[in-house]
């Protein structure tokens, strides 16, 4: 073998099932799932101490508190960041030559809940998106009690 | 604050490349050791103990401070690591500060690298998201869909970037005249890796978009490189050098996970350009160095912002200024070398971002422009007090620290 004095790299890959998790926060998280698919609802749960309440579910506070009490949140909501993809996701394509709209994702507030969540914005040109836009989530044809049930969103005409 | 007190009385840098394959980790740091114990004037055998620290999953290599225990000079010495993702460099940093300060050790080499081409950054990254993702996963979430909401660096600053231009009126033009400023200071610092003089904001704006509002022009590069700094008592400063750098307080906060929550709960730090973490270790770290008014009294800061929005938000979060007014500021020339309050003369995380380091590094940069050893980028005005920062962990740890030419009256 002929050796060069410079770093190499070896072929080999490392076998992730050899690691143990505990998701604590899981159970939480497919009781919503569950009850998204089952009822049409975002249910959230809700801190005693200092009332926060989190969507996506949470075992335990800010304030240290469990958050025990499950509540309803609306399926309204408030933009409060985003971002759209560049020319990176046309593989190359400069950006005049992009035609269409490209995939616009915005961290949003569910009404009724303190946390963020992220979801694609549809129905919108990226120039028309602002920090502080009302937006609703757009339900599936099919809820399959997952995460990608959250992933649409649309405008809110009030 | 510290029993003893602290001062820098040398610094060391490695050179700053993209890819140094003709180096081993362990030779990549000897160079900035050798140059810290070089600028010091010192030889190892007089250093008590050793802080270390880098991002062990960007290279691949763990404990790599065994490794190079011998290669730098510790062997039979303390040898502390610390790592904190973004803020390894700052926290390390702060390590040295708390060994001396303590009075339990009198001399100590801190030590703080990253070699990115020996790894793979975004893989590292994975590892640090694993127990999220790993969550996601066994909710059924396919992995293509959980990378499409951007994950990483970019991810996270894109977000931060949208929310601060809404509260601020930072535009896109601010964040090309942001990346101009630091690859023009950049050009000047032969430690740096970026180096682009004459750049114009009107470049910057050409280059591609990648999410929007961070172009190409925007981003800071993978770099291999490594910073050393001798940490020492105030007395045995004052005896290596006639020029010390005080370091008058260091001070860190963490706060909640932004963007997503710990395994894929929601997180109440809504705003990810918020970072009240940065503004409670700011207050404090000025605290404690006995300053009232840092904009009146700091003459110089090296924000840790390796994209263009970041000098601007980390500028308002470390109490220079008003909550948006640093886009102003900015186009004031304040910020410039020669300004009032000259922001990233090294040329910033932006420029040069070897991951372990950078943090470190800003710290570095304070205490050479104090020391006035900074060549062609010295900053016009004299330098008595200037601030360090960091920012990393799960996006959530902000690390300040504050340096002086003159120890705490």
């Not at chain 1, 890959?13 to 569950?34: G, P, V």
């Not at chain 1, 399926?75 to 971002?83: E, F, M, R, S």
């Not at chain 2, 499409?148 to 660096?153: D, E, P, W």
């Amino acid at each position: 073998m002929e050796h060069k004095d410079e770093t190499i790299a070896i072929e080999g890959s490392w076998n992730l099932a050899t690691w143990q998790w505990k998701l604590e926060s899981i159970a939480l998280i497919r009781k919503t799932f569950d009850t998204m698919m089952k009822e049409h609802k975002l249910l959230a749960n809700k801190c005693p101490g200092c009332g926060l309440v989190y969507f996506m579910p949470k075992p335990y506070c800010r304030c240290l508190s469990i958050p025990d009490e499950w509540v309803e949140i609306k399926d309204t909501a408030t933009v409060t960041t985003y971002t759209f993809t560049g020319a990176w996701a046309y593989e190359g394509i400069s950006e005049d030559e992009v035609s269409g709209t490209p995939l616009i994702f915005a961290g949003i507030v569910f009404d009724g809940s303190d946390t963020m969540t992220v979801s694609n914005l549809e129905g919108v040109d990226p120039e028309d998106v602002s920090v502080g836009m009302r937006v609703r989530l757009k339900w599936p044809e099919e809820v399959t009690g997952s995460l990608t049930d959250l992933a649409h969103c649309v405008p809110l005409e009030e | 604050m510290a029993k003893n007190e602290v001062a820098v009385a040398g610094v060391g840098l490695s050179k700053h490349v993209s890819k140094r394959r003709d180096v081993n980790i362990a030779e990549l740091v000897w160079e900035a050791v050798n140059a810290c114990y070089e600028d010091a004037g010192i030889k190892p055998k007089d250093v008590d103990a050793f802080a270390t620290g880098n991002m062990p999953a960007f290279e691949g290599v763990n404990m790599p401070e065994e490794w190079g225990a011998g290669h730098w000079g510790a062997y039979n010495k303390p040898v502390l690591r610390i790592t904190t993702g973004g803020t390894t460099g700052g926290s390390v940093a702060h390590g040295g500060y708390y060994l001396v300060g303590s009075g339990l050790y009198d001399m100590v080499m801190c030590i703080a690298f990253e070699k990115q081409s020996d790894g793979n950054s975004t893989m590292g990254l994975n590892t640090v998201a694993l127990a999220d993702a790993a969550a996601q996963l066994q909710l059924g979430v396919d992995p293509s869909f959980i990378a499409a909401f951007g994950g990483g660096a970019v991810g996270v600053a894109v977000y931060q970037a949208s929310s601060y231009m809404k509260s601020s009126g930072c535009t896109t033009n601010h964040l090309d005249k942001v990346a101009a400023l630091c690859r023009n200071n950049a050009a000047l610092n032969p430690y740096s890796h970026l180096k682009q003089p004459g750049l114009t904001p009107e470049e910057v704006a050409k280059t591609t978009l990648l999410q929007y509002p961070i172009r190409f022009g925007h981003v800071c590069p993978a770099t291999d490189g490594a910073c050393a700094m001798l940490f020492t008592t105030g007395e045995k400063a004052r005896k290596l050098t006639d020029k010390p750098a005080y370091v008058l307080s260091c001070a860190s906060a963490s706060d909640e996970a932004a963007l997503v929550g710990i395994a894929g709960s929601g997180t109440t730090n809504v705003d990810p350009c918020e970072q009240e973490s940065c503004k409670i270790a700011a207050a404090r770290a000025y605290e404690i160095a006995g300053i009232k008014d840092p904009r009146k009294e700091i003459d110089l800061a090296e924000p840790y912002a390796p994209f263009a929005h970041q000098l601007l938000m980390f500028y308002e979060r470390l109490l220079l200024c008003n909550e948006g007014e640093a886009p102003s500021i900015l186009d004031s020339g304040s910020m410039n070398l020669e300004g009032e309050l000259p922001v990233c003369p090294s040329g910033g995380v932006i420029s040069t971002n070897a991951i372990g380091a950078s943090a470190m590094e800003r710290v570095a940069e304070c205490a050479l422009q104090i020391m006035g050893k900074c060549g062609e980028r010295q900053v016009k005005k004299e330098v008595h007090k200037a601030v360090a920062h960091g920012w990393g962990g799960a996006v959530n740890l902000n690390v300040v620290a504050v340096l002086s030419d003159e120890p705490r009256r």
